[in-house]
């Protein structure tokens, strides 16, 4: 079965099409998900200093009233 050349030139013609818009898109969207993941970071790293700083105090709140 051979397909005539008018459809094979538009299927090749739109995976090429589809492979160029997939670079472009990664290529802007790229960027913007290192933002994000840096920003979630500094927020992983504050969260987990707000839960030290708590598990200290309670500790500390705990020591207190058991003696």
């Known amino acids: 079965n051979t397909i005539c050349f ?3 030139t538009a299927r090749w013609s739109a995976l090429l099409l589809g492979v160029i ?3 472009q898109r ?6 913007i998900a290192e933002e994000e993941r840096r920003v979630e ?3 992983k790293k504050a969260r987990e200093e707000q839960e030290r700083i708590y598990k200290q105090l309670s500790e ?3 020591d207190t009233i058991l003696k």
Do not use: I
């Open 60 to 62: 500390a709140n705990s």
């Open 41 to 43: 970071e500094a927020e």
């Open 21 to 23: 818009y997939g670079k």
């Open 6 to 8: 008018p459809f094979q």
């Open 26 to 31: 990664f290529d802007y969207l790229k960027p």
